[in-house]
T-cell receptor, first 115, second 115 residues
Framework: NAGVTQTPKFRVLKTGQSMTLLCAQD?????MYWYRQDPGMGLRLIHY???????AKGEVPDGYNVSRLKKQNFLLGLESAAPSQTSVYFC??????????????FGPGTRLTVL | AQKVTQAQTEISVVEKEDVTLDCVYETRDTTYYLFWYKQPPSGELVFLIRRNSFDEQNEISGRYSWNFQKSTSSFNFTITASQVVDSAVYFCALSEASGTYKYIFGTGTRLKVLA
């Protein structure tokens, strides 16, 4: 049981390049989330999904797209990277039952630098 | 609107001292959840505790204890006899108790425990 995994762990992009971050969970969770963490700002929600085939915008969605084609995977895409997207990205998932309902479990993070 | 305030940006203590990390929240919901997460220097987010709004009992887990007071909208975290391994950034988060269960994070408190 790996929990929540993220690929890649580190990435450096040039302005204008595109990339996709992959989040995978093996806990059969319905809900998945993408956050970004910037110094002094805590974590902010980018997009989230309440189930396979669904996505919705969070607090800071501009410049990002997401897809949830399979229940266990949640992809975050940057179509044209900008230096302002330099950040650490965290994925999280949450189940819909059990003793720790509402608790999100986080992946290890992806550190992205856009030059 | 929901908001979480962690006014202490950074705290330094000497090993074996007790330390309290403050968390003040704002919400109009009558039912909600509060969380604490630890982010050690390695970068991952480690779940520490979840508290729902109907449960105001204080909780103790080893050297960690949490004080939840609805009257002051606070959910403070105390580490007793701090150790160097407690050095980390600690985040407080607030979640709605239905729907998408999105988190609102505080900006975090960096705790440095000096040997």
């Amino acid at each position: 049981n790996a929990g929540v995994t993220q690929t890649p762990k580190f990435r450096v992009l040039k302005t204008g390049q595109s990339m996709t971050l992959l989040c995978a969970q093996d806990m059969n969770h319905e809900y998945m989330y993408w956050y970004r963490q910037d110094p002094g700002m805590g974590l902010r929600l980018i997009h989230y999904s309440v189930g396979e085939g669904t996505t919705a915008k969070g607090e800071v969605p501009d410049g990002y797209n997401v897809s949830r084609l399979k229940k266990q995977n949640f992809l975050l895409g940057l179509e044209s990277a900008a230096p302002s997207q330099t950040s650490v990205y965290f994925c999280a998932s949450r189940g819909t039952s059990g003793g720790l309902l509402a608790t999100q479990y986080f992946g290890p993070g992806t550190r992205l630098t856009v030059l | 609107a929901q908001k979480v305030t962690q006014a202490q940006t950074e705290i330094s203590v000497v090993e074996k001292e007790d330390v309290t990390l403050d968390c003040v929240y704002e919400t109009r919901d009558t039912t909600y959840y509060l969380f604490w997460y630890k982010q050690p220097p390695s970068g991952e987010l480690v779940f520490l505790i979840r508290r729902n709004s109907f449960d105001e009992q204080n909780e103790i887990s080893g050297r960690y204890s949490w004080n939840f007071q609805k009257s002051t909208s606070s959910f403070n975290f105390t580490i007793t006899a701090s150790q160097v391994v407690d050095s980390a950034v600690y985040f407080c988060a607030l979640s709605e108790a239905s729907g998408t269960y999105k988190y609102i994070f505080g900006t975090g408190t960096r705790l440095k425990v000096l040997a």
